[in-house]
């Protein structure tokens, strides 16, 4: 093997909002840590967060505090959540928006000086400490500035595309440098899975191009379990028009701050289906529904902000039945706050500066005046790695996994903003975890054979040269049929039919090439990121067919209510000695009293 090596006591994949507080914490333990991203340090998908990170501080609302937080993160996930996680989770939230804080963030502020929560849909109270509409560039600036004073090794625009095992723990990674095509062995003691997630297997998302599932694929290669691939987020709200820029957010904050859902008619079409568990707690009429944005605590919040399944669903529900906007979306308007406030125009664009300017450059519209055509967009990946709830552990020891690369905190449905919450608390505990077993286990040995067939499969495209498939028509089409067959109303029929057609896809793929050399080849790249694509399209077809129920995300047309036998377990993927997809039924544990309690006094 004539390739550089280079050691680290953890490494960390992912230089998002989850891999660097993983990074931050793992070296303040004393562990040597490299961070590895495909794209520049700063530019990680959490940069594009928009409305807010959810914690409990409490600041704008003095009921709130971790019981309301864990009963509604567990409500929105239907249940399946992991309650060990969605526990320290609504307990330590607070402490990172703090220490975010005292490590430079400039949070947006009560007038008088705390850090101010906006509402977002499914929380009881207004939660999510925000940046304006820009949260998620202040939480990556902030970490970032913090963890290069620390002394971390940045690998900027290198992509992994093995994990190596030793004796059936994790020894390295090995990945190339994009810009020159160059190989090279990572040896590390532990490694942060924090690769985000995988929007691009779908024709229209919010997701960035970074969105490849690759962290779910190099788990699942390297014999790590997933879970809950079937609940894949559709946010209500992103672009439809014009075509080029469909799929790009609109943050829910425009609802948060006012913002109404239209159909063609001019109606709140969201006042027509209120679900039975979140009617006690949503207004009966549009006026209360404004009251509650407004900072009335004795109001109910608007239809508008239930949970973000729902919302998708009705959207969809409107279009089809032929009620929607001239591009088949519908309306949101939060021009018409005109009516309620003096200086609408200024305070809309204070307040969601972002999505002002998305609009004006974007479509030539302006939000201060007129309605913006908005559909579901693919967005947020609820499951993924399965991972210990206290120490994020995979089932592959030495492997750890935290933000959206892992699963459990969201079950069956993420709240907004629970999100960038997430990332702090369960990055700061993987990088924790990740040092302690560095520190436990030592070094183990890399197996120049796994290096050899890493690279062997990852040139294999150049020997094809162009005569073989192209990478990009092969993307297109698994694109295609992933938005049109497993998409957000779902059925056995398609899903079979997705299932056939992964195979053929998969058989192109083996025979996918590519010209040129390996500087900077955007073909080599997207050739090397397809089997991943294609690993987890799969595993998320094979988990909808089988949950044969519609519970939070995952809405099949043949099974539209929930069902209490699918209520009790999570379905866990893992690849099979014979390297075929193999799918089981792992029973959540029951949770303890006390926190069933929790949830019993904030129904
Ligand atoms: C437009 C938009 C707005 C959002 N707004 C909010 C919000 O307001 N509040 C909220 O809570 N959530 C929000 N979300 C969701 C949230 O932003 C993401 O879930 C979160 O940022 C994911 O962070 P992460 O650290 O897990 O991964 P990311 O920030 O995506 O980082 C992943 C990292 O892994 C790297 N990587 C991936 N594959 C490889 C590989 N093979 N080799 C090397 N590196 C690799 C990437 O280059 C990147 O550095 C939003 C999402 C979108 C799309």
Redesign the pocket.
């Known amino acids: 093997m004539n390739h550089p090596v280079l050691d680290h006591d953890v490494l960390v ?8 507080r993983a990074a931050i914490e793992a070296s303040a333990q004393g562990a040597n840590v490299g961070v ?4 520049l340090l700063g ?12 914690a409990a501080l409490a600041n704008t609302d003095d009921r709130d505090s971790w019981r309301v937080h864990f009963a509604d993160t567990m409500r929105g996930g239907q249940y399946l959540n992991n309650w060990t996680m969605a526990e320290h989770h609504a307990k330590e939230a607070p402490a990172r928006v703090r220490e975010l804080e005292a490590w430079g963030a400039v949070f947006d502020r009560t007038k008088d000086g705390r850090i101010l929560q906006r509402n977002f849909g499914g929380h009881r109270y207004p939660r ?1 400490a ?1 940046v304006g ?1 820009r ?2 560039l202040e939480m ?1 600036r902030t970490l970032q500035d913090h963890g290069v004073h620390q002394g971390l090794d940045v690998y900027m625009e ?4 093995a994990l190596l095992v030793d004796s059936g723990r994790v020894a390295g990674a090995f ?1 190339y440098d994009r810009e020159r095509g160059r190989f090279k062995v990572f040896r590390s003691k532990a490694i942060v899975m ?4 995988l ?1 691009r297997a779908y024709r229209v998302t ?3 191009w ?3 599932g ?2 779910y694929a ?1 788990a699942y290669n390297a014999g790590a379990a997933l879970q809950d691939l079937e609940f894949i987020q559709f ?1 209500p709200t992103g672009m439809v028009w014009p075509p080029s820029v469909q799929g ?2 609109v ?3 425009v609802r948060g701050e006012g913002g109404v859902l239209l159909n063609k008619e001019g109606r709140r079409f969201m006042f027509d289906d209120i679900p039975d568990n979140y009617k006690s707690q949503t207004a009966d009429n549009e006026e209360e529904g404004w009251r509650y944005t407004q900072g009335d605590k004795n109001a109910r919040r608007p239809p508008e902000l239930l949970t973000r399944d729902h919302v998708a669903r009705c959207i969809n529900r409107e279009v089809k039945a032929g009620r929607g906007s001239p591009h088949g979306g519908v309306f949101l308007d939060i021009a018409w706050i005109k009516k309620k406030l003096p200086n609408s125009a200024e305070h809309i664009k204070r307040k969601l500066p972002s999505m002002y300017h998305q609009f004006k450059q974007l479509a030539d519209l302006d939000i201060t005046t007129t309605p913006m055509e908005i559909g579901p967009t693919t ?2 990946t609820m499951g993924g790695i399965r991972v210990d709830g206290d120490t994020q552990m995979s089932t592959l020891p030495g492997l750890f996994a ?4 892992a699963a459990g905190l969201h079950g069956a449905n993420r709240l ?8 702090v608390v369960f ?1 700061k505990r993987a990088g924790e975890h990740a040092a302690a077993f560095a520190k436990q286990h030592g070094a183990a040995k890399i197996d120049d054979a796994q290096v050899a067939a890493a690279e062997t499969q990852a040139l294999a495209p150049f020997d094809r040269g162009t005569t073989g498939e192209n990478p990009y028509a092969i993307q297109h089409d698994l694109q295609a049929m992933m938005q049109d067959l497993v998409g957000i109303v779902r059925q056995e029929s398609e899903m079979k039919q997705a299932l056939e057609k992964l195979q053929g896809l998969r058989a192109r793929a083996r025979n996918v090439g590519i010209g040129g050399n390996r500087e900077y080849n955007n073909g080599w790249h997207t050739a090397i990121d397809l089997p ?1 694509l294609l690993t987890v399209s799969e595993a998320i077809a094979r988990a909808a067919v089988e949950r044969k129920e519609s519970r939070g995300a995952h809405f099949r047309e043949d099974y539209p209510d929930k069902s209490n036998e699918y209520a009790t377990f999570n379905f866990v993927i893992q690849k099979a000695a014979d390297g075929s997809m193999q799918l089981s039924r792992v029973p959540i544990p029951p949770m303890p009293d006390e926190l069933k309690q929790v949830i019993e006094e904030n129904k």
């Open positions: 994949i992912g230089a998002g909002g989850a891999g660097l590895v991203t495909k794209s530019k990680a998908h959490t940069v594009m967060a928009e409305g807010g990170m959810a999510l925000h509409d949260t998620g990556i290198h992509t992994i595309v990945g924090a690769t985000g997630g929007g919010s997701n960035s970074e969105y490849t690759d962290g190099l946010h790009i957010l943050t829910e904050g967005h947020y935290a933000g959206e690369a907004g903003g629970n999100s960038l919450s997430d990332l990055g991943n």
